[in-house]
């Protein structure tokens, strides 16, 4: 299903290249994903089973939120620093399309 890709002779230009290749379509799935998923919440079944898969849909709720940006508003720069507290970042790659 998927091509073997030879990562042990790969380059950075050619690994640059498979991720752009393979973010593009990613996008055009997760297009298909979306429509898919659309058009079963507008059939209005509940759940159904397919061959393969089946699929359940989870009714919409409300839930809280916390806003920050809100709460930053009512704080002294002192209590923003009180509670703030450092986090480590993973290392991630961003891909964009190069312009001829």
Same mark, same amino acid.
């Given at each position: 299903?998927?091509?073997?890709?030879?990562?042990?002779?790969?380059?950075?230009? &050619?690994?640059a290249?498979?991720?752009?290749?393979?973010?593009?379509?990613k996008?055009?799935?997760?297009?298909?994903?979306?429509?898919?998923?659309?058009?079963?919440?507008?059939?209005?079944?509940?759940?159904?089973?397919? /061959?393969r898969?089946?699929?359940t849909?989870?009714?919409?709720?409300?839930?809280?939120?916390?806003?920050? &940006? /809100?709460? /930053?508003?009512?704080?002294?720069?002192?209590?923003?620093?009180?509670c703030?507290?450092?986090?480590?970042?993973?290392?991630?790659?961003?891909?964009r399309?190069? /312009?001829?």
């Open positions: 299903m998927f091509n073997r890709f030879d990562f042990d002779s790969a380059t950075p230009e &050619s690994l290249d498979r991720l752009g290749e393979l973010e593009a379509r996008a055009s799935i997760s297009a298909e994903i979306d429509a898919t998923k659309a058009a079963i919440l507008e059939c209005g079944t509940n759940k159904a089973g397919g /061959k898969y089946s699929f849909v989870v009714a919409p709720t409300t839930r809280e939120s916390f806003s920050a &940006s /809100k709460a /930053k508003a009512f704080l002294s720069a002192a209590q923003i620093a009180h703030t507290s450092i986090v480590d970042i993973k290392a991630s790659v961003r891909i399309a190069r /312009k001829a």
